[in-house]
C-alpha cells in the first residue's frame, strides 16, 4: 500500500516516514518546498521509487491537498505549528485547523482509495497542566487553553497557543468525521503523544535549531544553563520519537484503532530524572564532567500521568526506556558537538 504523510521533513514525521518504508510501504511524503525535500530524497535514497516528495506549498489552502491523495491508500497528518515564535492565535489555528479540515475534505473528494486516516493530536489537547497530581484519559479534552486564548488574544503565552490550536484541530477533524459520516469511506484514527523525545533523524543544521521538544530536553538536560529546584520543577510525560512512529504504523493497521482517540504514553517523568539518567549511563557517550548534576536531593512531584488502558489494548508498543533514548540522544548531540 502507499500512505501520504503530510510534513514529513518534520522531527516526528520523518520517523514515520522511515518506519513506514522498513515495513514495505511506499510513501508519498508532502512537505512546503523543494529544498525541504531534497533531503528526505537523499536520506532514504536506499529506497529509491518507494518515497515520492511533493510540494504542498499552503496546508490552509482550500484544496491543498487534492492532489496529494490520489492513489493513497491512507494518510498520516503530523503537519501543524509546533514553535513558540508565534504573534497571534491565527498564526497556528490556520494552519492547525484548516490544515486538519483540508485533508479529510481532499480525501472526501479525491481519495477513493483511502481506508484509514490517522491525525496527531497532542495531549495538549486532553490536558490543561494540572497544579496537583492528575491522572487523564481519552474522556478529556483541554478547553482550558482554548478558553485562555480567547480571553487574552495575542497576550497568550505561545505554548498556550499552541495547546489549544490542537484542541482545536481534533475537534474539527471528529465534527467533520460526524458530519460527513454518510460520505465517507475511511475512518479515522487520532493519535495523543505526550513530549516526544529521542534521537533526530531530520535535517538539524545545528544545536540551536532543534525542534521545540528536542531543544527542550537539550536546554533542560545538557546545556549548562542554572539548574535550581525552581527550573527543574516541572514534570510531565514522554514517549520516544520511534514509538510514537510505530504507533502511527500500528494505528494504520490495526481494525480496532478505528474511531479511536488513542493517549500514547511513554511514561512519567520529573526533570531530575533525565539528569539523573544522563548521569548514569556507561559509558557516557557525552564526558560526564560536561553533563550539569541538577539539584539530585530534591524532591520530585508527577503532576501529569496518563492512563495508558486503551494503547495497551489497541497498540501494545513496547516503549523504549529512559535511559535507551537518553544514550541515544546523548550519542546525536556529541555527534553534532
Ligand atoms: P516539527 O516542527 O519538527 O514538524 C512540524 C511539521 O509541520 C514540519 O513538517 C513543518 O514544516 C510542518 N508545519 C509547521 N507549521 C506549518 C504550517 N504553518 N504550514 C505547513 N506546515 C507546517 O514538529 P514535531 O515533529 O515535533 O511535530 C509533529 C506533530 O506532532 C505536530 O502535529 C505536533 O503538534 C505533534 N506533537 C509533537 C509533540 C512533540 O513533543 N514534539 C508532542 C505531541 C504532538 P516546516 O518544516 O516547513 O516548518
Redesign the pocket.
Known sequence: GKVLVS???????IWVVQTLLERGYSVRGT???EE?GRYLKEYFKPFGEKLEVVVVE???KPGAFDEAVKGVDAIAH??????SNVEDPRDFYQ?AIR?TVGILESALKNGTNVKRIVV?????AVMDPPSKPTTFSEKDWNMGSVKAVEEKGKKSEPMEIYRAS?TLAEKSAWDFVEKNKDKIQWDLTVLN????FGPPI?DVKSLSAL???LQYWYNMVVADTPKTKESLSGSSSWTDVRDIAEAHVRALEKDAAGGERIIVNGGSYHWQDWIDTANSIQPSPIPSHKLPRGVPEMERVYLINYDKTKEEKILGIKFFTQEESTRDMLADFERRG
Do not use: E
Open positions: 510534513g514529513a521533513n518534520g522531527y516526528l514525521a512537505v512546503r518546498s525541504k499552503d496546508i490552509s503530523t503537519a501543524s505549528p509546533f514553535h494552519p490544515g496527531t493530536s497532542s495531549t495538549a490542537k503523544p505526550p513530549f516526544i531530520h525542534n521545540t521538544s
